[in-house]
């Protein structure tokens, strides 16, 4: 049991940054729920939130690597992080709605936590079995592509470039394309550099494309028009 303590605590610290780290495909969240679950109130021992590691400004990555928080691989993990919750909102908007792909965002939000686990483990300081345990699928890539293709079919074409807008679904989903093209961003630099999983790239590209389709989907779905863009004399 100490050892299970032990290593909940050293990966709290990558969760932190905004990033669940798989083991044998359990996340390190639901490990300390069932942790917590399973032992007597005597013996239990839940890891503070606070760890104070961070307290002058460096951070350390899954494989127990110590950088600083501007690292390329923090700035990567924190902005999943924030696309995780633009979803996670834009999706309460649309369970509001009643709208039938919300588990489709509640599933995207879990594969972003998988997307912060490869980013989380660099491998230039990477064991084997660090890789193993983050391997990112590209099976993930093409369910994204199915359902934009099967939305694509039930929307009008586009014909023109439209604002973000058609309600408040839509529009949230808008904001959680636009942070989702600043995640890719952020993580091009740590795949160019072989500390990543380009699969994770292309993830993030086709989830960006997603999300627009979506956006629109809702806008229609809710009786909504999209603003077009008119270009101003």
């Known amino acids: 049991m100490s050892s299970l303590v032990t290593r909940s605590t ?19 969240c639901g490990e300390e729920g069932r942790y917590a679950s399973s032992t ?39 902005t999943t992080d924030e696309l995780s919750s633009a979803i996670g909102l834009a999706r309460e908007f649309c369970i509001d709605c009643g709208h039938s792909f919300t588990d489709q965002l509640e ?9 912060g686990s490869n980013i989380a483990t660099p491998r ?9 345990k983050t391997k990112f699928s ?4 093409s369910e994204l592509e199915k359902w934009i293709d099967s939305f694509t079919e039930e929307l009008p074409p586009l014909t023109s ?26 993580v091009a630099p740590v795949v160019r550099s072989g500390e990543t999983d380009p699969e994770v790239a292309k993830y ?16 229609m779905k809710d ?3 999209e603003t077009i863009y008119k270009r101003q004399e």
């Open 223 to 225: 009786g909504n028009a």
């Open 138 to 141: 590209s099976q993930s890539v």
């Open 161 to 186: 470039f439209i604002l973000p807008s058609g309600g408040k679904s839509s529009a949230a989903l808008h904001v959680a394309r636009a942070v989702c093209r600043r995640a890719e961003r952020c």
């Open 124 to 132: 230039s300081s990477a064991r084997d079995s660090h890789i193993t």
């Open 40 to 78: 007597t109130e005597e013996n239990r021992r839940i890891p503070k939130i606070y760890t104070k590691t961070g307290d002058k400004g460096f951070s350390s990555t899954f494989t127990g690597e110590r950088r600083p928080k501007e690292d390329h691989i923090f700035d990567a993990l924190g």
């Open 10 to 28: 050293s990966l709290h610290r990558v969760l932190r940054l905004g990033t669940c780290v798989n083991i044998k495909q359990m996340r390190v």
């Open 107 to 115: 599933k995207i939000q879990c594969v972003l936590q998988d997307v």
């Open 204 to 219: 993030l590209n086709r989830l960006s494309d997603y999300l627009f389709t979506v956006a629109r989907y809702a806008a």
